[in-house]
């Protein structure tokens, strides 16, 4: 995150000159409170009412600490809220850091997580009203975030997260994706539960369900379900063969028609892989990095060790491997579930594992 700290007194500069060093964030206070080594160490001075400073701050940073009572805080913050999806994490530290309070953006934006590490930082006492985070439960606006897990379908995000904390029966419904998501030391509670498909969950009594699914819903999925909110997991591995001089666009046609024939979303591709021979091949080289995903190749070696639904003569003779793509997707899943064995669509060859 890209932080701001600010501070308006005497007492709070001396605290903010301290967490800025501390945090590597960029520092801001009033010309009065000079220290002379400003330009230094990049400080920003400025004059006047720290309100003017806010609108540049929210455009600029990821999270602003500021050194500033709650109450003033929430009446200068106010005209400049524009969506919890996008407005900076916003903390609030006491004069005498005593408390540090989480003010906006709690989640999405990562206050909470920013509260935490000013406390450390500070010694002072941490102050979160998140109910999810209070309770030591799921937090249905962050689940899985730190396996990289996005939202796709979140029209009910409040229905559902309502539903967790009120201990409405809440079905966690895993069809892929990373299944040590329960971080906290106390047991799940009884009123969530988790099934391993969709079909399962709407045969399940729920007022809420958070789909982690590398699949493409119907409307007639979403329809099963009650104020169901869909993850996606970097669960997809493509395992890629191609001719020399196969171009993007055709590797990338290939790929989006296979995901789609498969009813697999894009979103949940976790890495492309190949051949050795692959890893200077210009047309997947170009492929991953529009599409930022980790690219890893393989040794004739190493592939040939890997289970293979056919092995190809011709293929070994060119390559010194008897398959490229199924078993580069086998290994790059860590033996996951070879879903498309090999398909060939021109010059490319594509597999498709699901971890």
Known sequence: MKIAIASITKHGTETARKLAEDMQADLYYMSKFRHGDEEEKGITL????????????????????????????????????????????VVVVD??????????????????????????????????????????????????REFGWTFEYDHYLTQAAAAVVNEE??????????????????????????????????????????????RLLSEKDLASL?????????????GIGCNRGTDEQEIEAVVDETLSEL?????????????????????????????KWPFITFSPDELNKAPMSEKSETVFKFTGAYGVSEPAAYLASDGGNIVLPKKRSGNVTISVAVM
Request: proline share 5%; net charge positive.
């Open 169 to 214: 029966p809440v079905l966690v419904v895993q069809e892929s994706g990373e299944t040590n998501w329960w971080k906290h030391a106390r047991p799940m509670p009884q009123h969530i539960r988790t099934v391993t498909s969709v079909e399962e969950a709407a045969q399940t009594v729920h007022h809420a369900a958070l789909v982690v699914t590398h």
């Open 263 to 291: 009813s697999f979303s894009k979103r949940c591709v976790r890495m492309v892989a190949s051949i050795h021979l692959k890893k200077d091949e210009e047309g997947i080289l170009s492929l991953v990095e529009k599409n």
């Open 46 to 89: 400025f004059d006047g009412s720290v309100r003017l400073q806010l609108p540049m701050m929210f455009e600029r940073y990821d999270g602003i600490v500021l050194i500033i009572s709650l109450g003033a805080v929430v009446r200068m913050i106010a005209p400049i809220l524009k969506d919890k999806k996008t407005d900076p994490a």
């Open 95 to 144: 004069d005498r850091a005593e408390h540090v309070i989480s003010v906006l953006s709690g989640h999405i934006g990562g206050a909470n997580e920013l509260t935490q590490k000013v406390a450390r930082l500070t010694g002072a006492r941490p102050v979160i009203t998140t109910a999810s985070d209070v309770q030591k439960t799921i937090p249905v606006d962050m689940f899985g």
């Open 226 to 238: 009650r104020y169901p909110v869909v993850y996606r997991p970097k669960s997809i591995v493509i």
